[in-house]
């Protein structure tokens, strides 16, 4: 890579000209003027200042802390469990330590809370909070999908793994990009057709988001093609079972 400090954009130097012009007729300090240095500072600050703008954040990140945050969250306000910090961590996709002092920033504010069954320690979200209310709102629109699939799919047989891909699975794990307009689901078994659609349309209802489900057999989805390839090189996030490629 060049070094940043010898490297002047073409592209920007009529710009520059532009801007000593106005400088000048306004009685102000030209760029021009400036010292070389100085005016190569100036131009690369503000190239880094245009594409930081350009670039679109990840789906949580104004809002939330870190996606992991953001699991943890959905873990506990969209399903009203009460977990202990181990499970907690298990069902979030978060190490142990991570978690730990997730739960503990969030007990300190109030969200979270916290009681001692014996040895265990027993997190909840704390619903005399008046966060809690609208904080379950956005995480329903944003990582609900996930949590809510869970639950409506767990209660149908015959159904062996479910994951979300495409462009929503990318943004939770992290990926920068528009927000997602719909969700798409993969799953794998030999379930009720009807139901498995039925289940989405309540999801889909609770998101306010299209979910798209893909209904087919473990055998149908080993077969190669270039729609099921693609979905195996993507981004994935298990929702029921493991990703049935790894």
């Known amino acids: 890579m060049a070094d940043r400090g010898q490297c002047v954009n073409p592209r920007t130097e009529p710009r520059l000209r532009q801007m000593a012009g106005a400088d000048d007729a306004s009685g102000g300090t030209s760029v021009a003027r400036q010292p070389r240095q100085e005016r190569l500072l100036t131009i690369n600050i503000v ?28 873990t ?38 916290e009681r001692q069954v014996g040895r265990t320690r027993l997190i909840r979200a704390n619903d005399e909070s008046p966060l809690v209310s609208p904080l379950r709102e956005i995480l329903t629109v944003a990582t609900g999908p996930a949590v809510i699939l869970t ?32 969700v798409d689901v993969m799953v794998l078994g030999e379930p009720d057709v009807d139901a498995v659609y039925d289940a989405c349309a309540r999801v ?20 190669p093609s270039a729609f099921l ?18």
């Not at 990318?170 to 719909?182: K, T, V, Y």
């Not at 298990?238 to 490629?245: D, N, Q, R, T």
């Open 76 to 113: 506990l306000l969209l399903t009203g469990e009460e977990l202990s910090v181990t499970e907690l961590a298990k069902h979030a996709g978060l190490a142990y330590p991570t978690a730990h002092r997730e739960v503990a920033r969030l007990v300190d504010a109030g969200i979270l809370s």
């Open 204 to 223: 889909e209802t609770a998101v306010h988001r299209p979910v798209n489900p893909t209904i087919l057999t473990p055998e149908e989805f080993a077969v």
């Open 151 to 182: 639950e409506e799919l767990a209660r149908i047989d015959r159904i062996e793994s479910v994951f979300l891909y495409g462009s929503f699975a990318a943004r939770m794990l992290g990926d920068a990009g528009r927000a997602p307009h719909d």
């Open 47 to 74: 190239e880094d200042n245009l594409s930081y703008m350009r670039t679109e954040a990840p789906l949580l990140a104004p809002i939330f802390r870190s996606d992991g945050q953001a699991r943890l969250l959905s």
């Open 229 to 246: 390839d693609n979905v195996r090189s993507g981004p994935a996030v298990a929702v029921i079972g493991e990703l049935p490629w790894r």
